[in-house]
């Protein structure tokens, strides 16, 4: 298997992307709540026994290591029933999460399309390389769903076990399927136009319980890097509220830990 990529920059031509998905996440103000202390069990459908399996999604080594649902491996905004228990919210401290836990979904890429768009319906945001450059996992997680899926195309969703979930679609060639377990920074899929897209690029979502947010407040989309501040995540009826808390904050958090998958966590 052969994998290209490339330095070079390519401009927006203007284009805009439009989905069927029209949920969408309140970003709320910072505010110097006390946050709740948090449980980060991985959010997985079953827990594995077995410690020997490998994590490795090379199609020849690739084991189901999560029996996800027809729903769950069909379509996109999929709630995740373990997400919220007896809590209403649950809080991600960016600055937690170590440098070699997270990787930039396609390296060197610049936004061409920005959450929201032009006809506030965009569901995340356009990257851009060049066609079938390489496109990595965000972090470490078990694939959810690898299909081509109507305006997408060729999608991927991962679920992390840090309660997010992260997609990329209008791929040219996925290398992954359900069940499959990456690595931060594995090579998940090829850059593409397939689907509803006029140029090849990454269409980059960042949901939880299968209703986008803006990227923006995980990654600083200007300088490919993790954000250094907390995210709260209130469960408001149907939807989520997502509000960002400066980095000092976390200190009202009580304990925290963000979990490293080890052989078998899924």
Same mark, same amino acid.
Request: glycine letters at 6%.
């Given at each position: ?59 020849? #080594? ?6 996800? &649902?027809? +729903?769950?491996? =069909?379509? $996109?905004?999929?709630? @995740? ?79 992390? #076990? ?6 990329? &679609?209008? +791929?040219?060639? =996925?290398? $992954?399927?359900?069940? @499959? ?86």
């Amino acid at each position: 298997m052969t994998l290209s990529s490339c330095q070079t920059l390519l401009r927006s031509n203007g284009e805009t992307t439009a989905y069927n998905e029209t949920n969408t996440v309140t970003v709320l103000p910072t505010t110097s709540d006390p946050l709740p202390i948090t449980d980060f069990t991985p959010l997985f459908p079953v827990e594995l026994q077995d410690n020997n399996i490998s994590q490795s999604s090379n199609q020849e #080594n690739a084991i189901s290591l999560a029996e996800f &649902s027809d +729903n769950e491996m =069909n379509n $996109v905004a999929v709630a @995740d029933p373990n997400l919220i228990n007896e809590n209403k919210s649950f809080v991600l401290d960016l600055g937690m999460i170590k440098e070699s836990d997270y990787r930039f979904p396609l390296a060197g890429a610049k936004v061409i399309s920005p959450f929201g768009g032009k006809r506030k319906h965009h569901t995340g945001v356009d990257l851009k390389t060049c066609p079938d450059d390489t496109i990595v996992a965000a972090f470490d997680g078990v694939v959810r769903m690898a299909k081509p899926y109507f305006g997408y195309g060729n999608v991927i969703v991962i679920r992390h #076990n840090n309660g997010l979930e992260t997609l990329y &679609s209008h +791929n040219s060639k =996925n290398f $992954v399927k359900p069940g @499959d377990v990456v690595k931060a920074g594995e090579v998940i899929a090829l850059t593409g136009r397939t689907g509803r897209a006029t140029t090849a690029h990454l269409h980059f979502e960042i949901r939880v319980n299968g209703q986008p947010f803006n990227p923006n407040l995980v990654f600083n989309l200007q300088d490919r890097v993790l954000n250094d501040h907390c995210l709260l995540f209130t469960k408001k009826g149907r939807s989520f509220a997502v509000k960002s808390v400066d980095s000092k904050s976390r200190l009202m958090a009580g304990e925290y830990s963000y979990l490293i998958p080890s052989k078998g966590a899924y």
